[in-house]
Each structure stands twice: as C-alpha cells, then as structure tokens.
C-alpha cells in the first residue's frame, strides 16, 4: 500500500466537486431494468447502453469517476477502443463493483451477506492491469422487525473491511457501500438507528483491518424513512438527519461521502443532496469530508427510458443523462433547484 498515491485518488474522485456514476449493474440486474423497458438481453444491448453512457458529450463536467462491472471493464466502443481508456481520456476515471453479491446470510433467515472475498487478491491485481483506479462493494442491510441482527452487521462490516484491506494493498481506493435498504414500513428514525449502528460496526472493522481512512470513500444511504412508511419528511428533515447521523460516527479524516440513491427518484435524492450541501457550506456546521453522488438509477433512469434499445435514441437519452448528472452537480454547490428539471431541451424526435 502507498498512502500517498491512494489519498490522491480518493481526493480526486470526491473533492474536485464532482461525483460519481455508478454503471455497475450486474448482467442480472442490467438485464431485469432492460426488461422492464422491453429492452431485450443480449451482451451487445448491455455494451451499446453502456457505450452511450460512457461518450455521453459533456459527462466530464459532472462525473469524476464510473464504476464499471467486469463485462464492462473488457469492453470497447463500437469502433474498438477499449471503455478505459474512452473514460481516461474524458478525464473520468475508471473503478470497478468487486463484489459477487447479496446471499441468504446462514441461520438468519431474511437477511444477507455480501460475498466475493475468495479469490479477490487475484482478481483485484487484474483489475488494476485492466486500467481500474478504485473498486466497490456493496453490503445490503435489511431493517424490518429484529433485523437487522448482529451477526448480519458483524458479518457485513467484516467483509467490506476485508475488501478495503485488500483494495489498498494494491493501490485500489475501496469504495465502502453498506446499504440499508429503503424496502419497509419503518420510520426515519429507525432509519437513523440503524445507519448509525451500521457505520459504527463498519469503521470498527476498517479500523481493526488497518485500512487508511484517507484512502477510502464512504457510500452510505440517506436517513430516510421506509417506502412504505406513512410519514414522509421534507427535504430539509432529511437533510439535517442525514448529516447529523453521519457527523457521528464516520472520522473526519475520509475525504468523502459519495451517496447511493438507493430507489429514490432522481429529483429528490438532488433535493436532498442540495440540502446537505446546503448545511456543509453553513460557516457554523462545516463538514470535514466532502459530500457528493455514486448514484445509478437517480442518474440513469430518464436516459435508458428515452433509450430503449433504439440507437436513433441514443443522443436523446445521453441529454437525459448528462442533464441529471447536472443536477446533481449543481446540488454539490447548493445551487440544485426543482426548476432546473425542467430545463432539459429534447431534440424533437426524442419525444417520439
Ligand atoms: P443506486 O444509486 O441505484 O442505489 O445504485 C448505487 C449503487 O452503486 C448500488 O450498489
């Protein structure tokens, strides 16, 4: 590990003011957002989509980093040049998902436990020769009644802090993803219980592992209450409860929160990024890390909508993203309103 090389990274991908597109989605779950737009699977569909993501015009302004999935990361554009270096040479750089995904944790019925720590080291060492400059893990917690339990969140904080050692040790900068989930009737305080609990027992283990707090980025969720819940808080309640929870308990030394969107539509999880951004600019609450986006579907829906598998789209839905990804810029400066949505110019044929 070389902190200095590490710290770098992490500091360019979360506090030049820009944030990150998390393009990640396993072949599965790429797969199931295309069906849902009658898109049909194939390997060619998910590299055109993710092509158009990539040299979507502009994206440079907004995104400092994209989190590819192993197909991806092999991948070229249709005149061969290889993703990476189509990324590098947009000043983005490129980070690779590690992890295997979510499984039925042994003896704890409902909820999970992330794999793919057997066989990482190897793996990682490709990545770094295939071009990646940091990773990502995602752990998924469950909040429902008596969950989650401990050995959920022992067993999850324990393998993302693996992962981030293992990260370091080959000048990967880890991205730190656990997610509790939006899935549930539970309230925004339950919501924060269980966040704050999470990243306790998370920066328990980065701390036992030795993993270089300077040299990671923290991907938590917002403190919000369940989708189901009746009581919906503002933006502002929201806001203030999320900085709240995470001033806490992560260590001023991570040089940056980069949020997941969790299922949040895209102009909300702006809204409330804003108001965070908001609160960090206020002389009298000053924030030691900086707060910015990793958020896929917040970002993307709108452009794979417009897309639909249809390359006369494809300028269309590259609007649609990069306009979404300026909203989420213009949250990192507080600057985000309800009236920048509808700024976005369409083509004309795009509406078809
Ligand atoms: P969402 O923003 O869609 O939650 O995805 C972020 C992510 O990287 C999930 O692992």
């Keep these: 590990m070389t902190a200095e090389p590490l710290a770098e990274?992490?500091?360019?991908?979360?506090?030049?003011?820009?944030?990150?597109?998390?393009?990640?989605?396993?072949?599965?779950?790429?797969?199931?957002?295309?069906?849902?737009?009658?898109?049909?699977?194939?390997?060619?569909?998910?590299?055109?989509?993710?092509?158009?993501?990539?040299?979507?015009?502009?994206?440079?302004?907004?995104?400092?980093?994209?989190?590819?999935?192993?197909?991806?990361?092999?991948?070229?554009?249709?005149?061969?040049?290889?993703?990476?270096?189509?990324?590098?040479?947009?000043?983005?750089?490129?980070?690779?998902k590690v992890d295997t995904g979510a499984k039925p944790l042994a003896l704890h019925d409902g909820e999970m436990v992330t794999e793919g720590l057997d066989g990482l080291r190897t793996r990682l060492r490709e990545y770094r020769e295939l071009g990646a400059r940091f990773a990502k893990w995602r752990a998924v917690i469950t909040l429902r009644d008596g969950m989650p339990t401990r050995?959920?969140?022992?067993?999850?904080?324990?393998?993302?802090?693996?992962?981030?050692?293992?990260?370091?040790?080959?000048?990967?900068?880890?991205?730190?993803?656990?997610?509790?989930?939006?899935?549930?009737d539970h309230t925004l305080e339950q919501c924060r219980d269980v966040t704050e609990e999470t990243l306790r027992s998370v920066f328990s283990q980065l701390a036992i592992q030795g993993v270089l707090l300077e040299g990671m980025i923290l991907k938590p969720n917002m403190v919000l209450p369940g989708l189901g819940c009746p009581i919906q808080e503002s933006v502002d309640v929201v806001a203030a409860a999320t900085v709240r929870s995470l001033r806490r308990v992560v260590p001023a030394a991570v040089p940056g929160i980069a949020f997941l969107s969790g299922?949040?539509?895209?102009?909300?999880?702006?809204?409330r990024l804003n108001q965070m951004n908001v609160i960090a600019n206020d002389a009298g609450s000053r924030?030691?890390?900086?707060?910015?986006?990793?958020?896929?579907?917040?970002?993307?829906v709108p452009a794979l909508a417009i897309w639909r598998g249809n390359p006369a789209n494809a300028g269309a839905a590259q609007l649609a993203l990069v306009h979404r990804a300026n909203c989420n810029?213009?949250?990192?400066?507080?600057?985000?309103?309800?009236?920048?949505?509808?700024?976005?110019?369409?083509?004309?044929?795009?509406?078809?």
């Design 329 to 352: 810029l213009a949250a990192l400066s507080a600057t985000y309103s309800a009236a920048m949505e509808s700024q976005l110019k369409m083509p004309l044929a795009a509406a078809a």
């Design 287 to 300: 924030l030691p890390w900086r707060l910015t986006f990793s958020f896929a579907r917040a970002i993307q």
């Design 9 to 96: 990274t992490a500091r360019i991908l979360v506090a030049d003011g820009r944030g990150l597109l998390a393009m990640d989605e396993s072949n599965g779950t790429c797969d199931k957002r295309f069906a849902a737009e009658g898109i049909p699977a194939s390997v060619e569909a998910r590299r055109s989509y993710r092509e158009l993501l990539i040299a979507a015009p502009g994206l440079r302004t907004s995104i400092s980093g994209a989190i590819l999935y192993d197909e991806t990361i092999r991948q070229a554009s249709g005149n061969g040049i290889k993703f990476v270096k189509l990324l590098n040479d947009a000043g983005i750089m490129p980070g690779i």
């Design 151 to 184: 050995a959920c969140l022992d067993a999850n904080a324990h393998a993302l802090a693996r992962y981030a050692a293992l990260c370091q040790e080959v000048d990967l900068v880890p991205i730190v993803e656990p997610e509790v989930l939006m899935d549930g």
């Design 263 to 271: 299922g949040q539509s895209g102009g909300l999880a702006s809204a």
